[in-house]
């Protein structure tokens, strides 16, 4: 299989064949049995008989949504191949890279902040711990146990977040389900109630152990709750997302589901490939479900999107329970 839009002409540049990705990127032009030049060019087949070295050459004659260099190479059965590239392609893909620059960059500078952060939340959290023990019967003790209570949640968040931002060194150890569960909810919950989205969790009991790392497990379902929400941010009204942790089968399964528009079938694999997006430009990396399978993948497990019940997408983290769970 050619890994690009592709053809293979005569040594007289006479097409005898060529990929399905080529004809849907050429259209009616593209056929076995006619001159290269009618299909890219007069000057870009002349060039391309002449180079035959894999020099690009720029097609300029096609009117193109995106444009086109070719190269041509000799085979050795006899003949030319002539590859396509395009040239959006690879600025989108250098876009990408450069997003993931960034977001690692981010990534270091939120450990860093969160490591600031501690220092003062211990001393806001040490300061209302005093007051609360003396016997002062002025003290204002409803509010100071707020202070308390507000502080305790926020220094739980910073740590969230250091956990977030460790190495990507898997770590992997027994953990439930639930305590992935819990953990995205204290990141989403503020964040969904803002948005008008009722976010539901829903955890059977007993579940078994599974072995895993739960950091990175948190930020596989972290970034399916978060496209979620997306997903629903449409709607006017009755915004729904729900997490589940629950056996299917003999495996521990987490689902994220919502009630937006769904994923067609047609994408629901291609959905899990790098660089895949259905949000505009600008919205997303197409990186995250490709990470969510490879997390679910490197635990020995699964990722899947199905049709769910409310007519939106249901993403299942399909586990394999801990030995002796």
Known sequence: MWPEPALLTSDE?????????????????????????????????????????????????????????ARAGRCAAGGLLVALTDDEGGHR??????????????GELLSSVAHELNNPLTSVLGYAELLLAENNPGL???????????????????QNLLDLSR???????????????????EFRAYAAQVAGIELRTEVEQDLPFVMGDLHRLTQAVLNLVTN???????RAAGRQV??????????????????????PLAD?????????????????????????????ESHGGSARVERAATGGARFVIELPPAEGA
């Open 13 to 69: 540049g006479i097409v005898l064949a060529l990929n399905e990705d080529a004809r849907r990127l050429l259209g009616d032009a593209a056929g076995t049995g006619v001159a290269l030049g009618e299909v890219v060019g007069g000057a870009a087949a002349d060039a391309l008989l002449d180079a035959r070295n894999g020099t690009a050459v720029p097609l300029l004659d096609l009117e193109l949504d995106v444009p086109l260099r």
């Open 93 to 106: 893909l250098r876009a990408h890279i450069e997003q993931a620059e960034r977001l690692a960059s981010i």
């Open 242 to 263: 729900s997490v589940r942790a629950r056996r299917v089968g003999g495996s521990v399964a987490i689902d994220v589901e919502d009630n937006g528009a769904g994923v």
């Open 268 to 296: 629901a694999e291609a959905i899990f490939q790098p660089f895949f997006t259905t949000k505009p430009r600008g919205r997303g990396t197409g990186l995250g479900l490709s990470l969510v399978r490879a997390t679910a």
């Open 167 to 185: 190495a990507e060194r898997l770590e992997m150890r027994p953990l439930l389900l639930q305590d992935v569960v819990a953990k995205v909810v």
């Open 140 to 158: 204002p003790r409803e509010e100071v146990e707020r202070i308390r209570s507000e502080a305790e949640r926020c220094r739980r968040i910073v």
């Open 228 to 234: 979620a929400e997306y997903a629903v941010s449409s």
